[in-house]
């Protein structure tokens, strides 16, 4: 059975073409009348669709981490790592909990982040800013995940003519300049 492997210029050339589809797409979508405000940039200006959500949440679902991250780890922890899967569970179970309240009352006071319904319930900027410090400290370890993916996808498309690093590092800087571009 042979590998499935764009070893050389083919993988080179697919993932570049890639990159410029992705910063074409950051251009074309920065370049229509964004207000510059922080619920501009996060709602993309009100102008999503749910065709774009669904993908979005999909992307968001089947990441790097589903692929990369947990099923190694259920493999080297065999059975006992199902516990995580009730856990998750339970996570969304709870959400669902105050989710329908919270999106009211963020509609009501257009909330944009869950920082600000921290800063508008409480009344504090230090508690917003402890909020934000958990929550990046809490999804470090997703962001990391999908650079070890990212790393992985592409060192095994190109056959190692692009290393690990070099695709991390370059791809990093492609999602930047996507996001400040407005993708």
């Known amino acids: 059975m042979t590998e499935l492997v764009f ?14 589809v992705m910063l074409l797409i950051g ?23 749910m065709v774009t959500l669904f993908f ?7 990441s790097g981490n589903s692929v990369v ?12 790592w199902w516990q995580s899967v009730p856990f998750m569970i339970a996570v969304i179970a709870v959400y669902l909990l105050f ?6 009352v963020a509609k009501q006071r257009g909330f944009v982040t869950p920082t600000d319904f ?27 995940e999908q650079l070890v993916a990212m790393g992985h996808g592409i060192a095994g498309l190109t056959g190692e003519t692009i ?16 996001s400040w571009t407005g993708g």
Not at 57 to 62: D, G, R, W
């Open 27 to 49: 251009w074309y979508a920065g370049r229509g009348g964004s207000t510059g405000t922080a619920r501009g940039y996060f709602t993309a200006g009100g102008g999503l669709g």
């Open 163 to 178: 290393p690990y690093e070099v695709g991390v590092i370059g791809f990093i800087v492609i999602m930047l300049v996507y």
């Open 7 to 20: 070893a050389g210029p083919s993988g080179v050339a697919i993932l570049c073409v890639y990159a410029v």
């Open 118 to 144: 921290v800063r508008d319930r409480f009344g504090s900027t230090k508690l917003s800013l402890l909020t934000v410090a958990l929550m990046l400290w809490g999804l470090g370890n997703y962001v990391l």
């Open 69 to 80: 991250g947990y099923p190694p780890q259920a493999y080297r922890s065999g059975f006992l």
């Open 56 to 62: 979005t949440l999909y992307a968001t679902q089947y």
């Open 99 to 104: 989710a329908p309240r919270l999106y009211v």
